[in-house]
RNA sequence: GCCGAUGUGGCUCAACGGUAGAGCACGGCUUUCGUAAAGCCGGGGUUGUGGGUUCAAUUCCCACCAUCGGCUCCA
């Protein structure tokens, strides 16, 4: 007899041939129903396996099922293989890459020289419920690598992942007698168990992410516990749609984008409404943290950049022209420019840290294929900002930079963000133990701040390593927005010096941030995180006003300039339509507050408010309502019920 | 840049080898209305661009451009 214990704490006394599949039925017979796996001693393992192995006599064992988020996942794998035959089936040329899952689902990646098209679907789709419905069980067999090799000697894809395997036992899974896959597992028992499974997509991609390998096709799938999580799955797919920003910018009227220039936005009158509200909050936070603020051209002689490496190291996203037969380049970043404006004059110790801020536009040349919408652009606008200090102001510069992020962060209304240290790339400029400094600098910054973060190997900038803020929307998805980067080339190259105390010459140390990252891609996140429903300070129109008929619309008027003499963004609806188009309109351009004005409230002074988001109404005197409104934008409240 | 898909009035979409239709938007008229879309009338498209096949192309084919979904890259 052997022991189990189970996640509630109890224990077990069983027989020590016992499987997975034989402890569900035991517990009972509903958990044996739904069971698809079982984790043993924190391993997850084919249900049908044997719990106790090499003389064990204990284990601490959960029996898994597709609520657990490992089950989902396992399924979601099993039907990645479904899938795979299906595809077999239908296309018997295909060779199969590998299958993984991934965030809400899973992809294949196979090889066929016919391209498998979106109408396609429905027939993988309906081969896959064939495999479903015969419910055939999932058998593993394994064997040593040599062996497997051997097997597989003819296909490339499969030798290559049987010699990345961590195991010197390869194992294979097969489902029925034509379909066979090299796969570690674990897998549901049987076909039978994927009960809501949807091909979703297919696109290209390379063997191991790899440009110069074969392009490969990766078909999307997904999977889900039961219909209606699929359903839901589909549902929030279809509510993120409705909030991307590419749909809602236009639906809005806050920016475009033309063939005339792909990768540069427009912005239109309401977009830069929101772009000026964010730089005057913008500006008045670097005011009390001390910056100033300079602007460097946008063209500057090519002979500057190969001063500073990007010639060397950026040349490939740069665009360059030619004025008078002499050769210019358009920025890609702004801290050549700084590096001039710089040594226009002497400097001194005294000065420092001397904090400089440039909201620079620059232009990259992205590759076509990557651009969209503002979050991917050719020309953008950073708020960036150089900071030229000693090597000992470096900490406590690094500490205030981010506590100014976290203070910009959160007036936005974003709560959750995590940070990331990037080490030194292959494609850098400057000595390994320069790199190095640099890099323990950064580290102890965070470290000091008690910041927890993640380490990035070789994703620095060419001239240093770099902190990097992610920051979450409210669909959970990251955002790469601010970046502090340390550099001691760039001063180097460009002979920048500053004065100390005893009075000889030395190089300053630079460093780059930028907190908002891009203005551009910065609003495209605004946009999707709100679904347009901008705070009240962000928002493009703050205030509708709509009179019942004409016979309000003089009342109207007297609002109307109340609002401006308020300073607010306002409009008044002074169309024919019956009210209640009115209030269609308005909440179709997701204005925070209407008015809603006819004789009761002309005679009394007052405003029927119908607030953004919610049901109600209510009647208040215009006055207060001023208050109430201009308090909130003062303070940068999100909520607008009052 | 690579793979695949898409490209029809301002927007969303329909149709078709015989030169295009709806809703919204827009303009005019009627209506003046109390909390999520009043009615009528009207204007507007050489169907992304350039070639080709055909008696005939918006429809079929090719190239290019742009966009979308991914890959690689990235603020």
């Avoid at 891609?521 to 493009?540: K, Q, S, T, V």
Wanted: charge should be negative; hydrophobic fraction near 40%.
């Amino acid at each position: 007899m052997a022991k189990v214990k189970l996640p509630d704490g109890s224990t077990l006394e069983v027989d020590n041939s016992l499987t997975g599949k034989q402890l569900a039925e035991q517990i009972g017979p509903g958990l044996a129903k739904s069971a698809i796996a079982a984790k043993i001693n924190g391993q997850l393992k084919d249900l049908s396996a044997p719990i106790f192995l090499d003389g064990l006599e204990e284990a601490e064992i959960q029996i898994i099922t597709p609520k657990d988020r490992e089950g989902l996942e396992l399924m979601r794998h099993s039907c990645a293989h479904i899938m795979a035959e299906a595809i077999c089936s239908i296309w018997p040329g295909t060779r199969l890459v590998y299958g993984p899952t991934v965030y809400d689902g899973f992809y294949y990646d196979i090889d066929l020289d016919e391209p498998i098209r979106p109408t396609d679907f429905e027939k993988i789709e309906q081969k896959m419920a064939e495999i479903v419905k015969a419910d055939t069980p999932f058998v593993r067999k394994e064997m040593s690598r040599e062996e497997a090799l051997n097997k597989l000697k003819d296909d490339k894809y499969k030798t290559d992942n049987i010699n990345r395997a961590d195991s010197d036992s390869i194992s294979f899974y097969s489902h029925s007698d034509c379909f066979e896959d090299l796969c570690r597992g674990p897998h549901v028992p049987s076909t039978g168990k994927i009960v809501a499974f949807k091909v979703m997509s297919v696109a290209g991609a390379y063997w191991h992410g790899d440009a110069t390998q074969k392009m490969l096709q990766r078909v999307y799938g997904t999977a889900w516990a039961n219909k209606k999580d699929l359903e839901e799955y589909l549902n929030r797919i279809e509510e993120a749609k409705k909030r991307d920003h590419r749909v809602l910018g236009k639906q809005l009227d806050l920016f475009s984008f033309n063939e005339a220039g792909p990768g540069f936005a427009f912005m239109h009158a309401k977009g830069m409404v929101i772009w000026n509200a964010i730089i005057d909050f913008w500006r008045s936070v670097h005011n009390k943290y001390g910056y100033e603020e300079i602007r460097t051209p946008i063209i500057l002689n090519e002979s500057l950049w190969h001063k500073s490496g990007h010639w060397d190291h950026y040349k490939e996203n740069m665009y360059f022209t030619t004025i008078d037969e002499v050769e210019y380049a358009v920025k890609p970043m702004n801290c050549p420019g700084g590096c001039l404006v710089y040594n226009t004059r002497k400097h001194s110790y005294r000065e420092f840290p001397k904090r400089v801020a440039e909201l620079g536009l620059v232009h990259r040349h992205e590759a076509s294929g990557v651009m969209h919408g503002l979050f991917r652009v050719r020309q953008f606008t950073q708020d960036d900002a150089h900071i030229f200090c000693t090597p000992e102001q470096i900490e406590p510069e690094i500490i205030s930079v981010i506590e100014l992020v976290f203070e910009i962060y959160k007036a936005f209304g974003f709560k959750d963000f995590h940070i990331e240290l990037s080490t030194k790339p292959e494609n850098h400029i400057g000595s390994d133990e320069i790199w190095e400094i640099a890099t323990n600098a950064l580290k102890a910054a965070l470290i000091h701040k008690g910041i927890d973060f993640k380490i990035n190997e070789g994703d620095g900038a060419f001239y240093g390593p770099k902190i990097d803020f992610h920051i979450e929307d409210c669909l959970k998805r990251s955002w790469q927005l601010g970046t502090i980067q340390l550099d001691f080339s760039m001063p180097e190259r460009f002979g920048l010096v500053y004065t100390d105390k005893d009075n000889t010459e030395k190089a300053p140390v630079m460093i780059h941030r930028a907190i908002l990252g891009s203005f551009e891609r910065f609003i495209g996140i605004l946009i999707e995180h709100y679904a347009a429903n901008f705070p009240l300070w962000l928002a493009p129109e703050q205030v509708r006003v709509l009179p019942i008929s004409e016979k309000t619309n003089d009342y109207a008027k007297t609002i109307e300039s109340k609002l401006k003499d308020a300073n607010l963004r306002f409009s008044c609806d002074l169309s024919d339509e019956k009210i209640n188009s009115k209030i269609v309109k308005a909440y179709n351009d997701k204005v925070p507050y209407m008015l809603v004005i006819g004789p009761r409230e002309a005679e009394s002074g007052t405003v029927n408010v119908r607030i953004r988001g919610l049901k109600e109404n209510q009647t208040i005197e215009i006055d207060k309502f001023l208050e109430m409104i201009n308090s909130k934008i003062a303070d940068k409240i999100i909520d607008l019920a009052f």
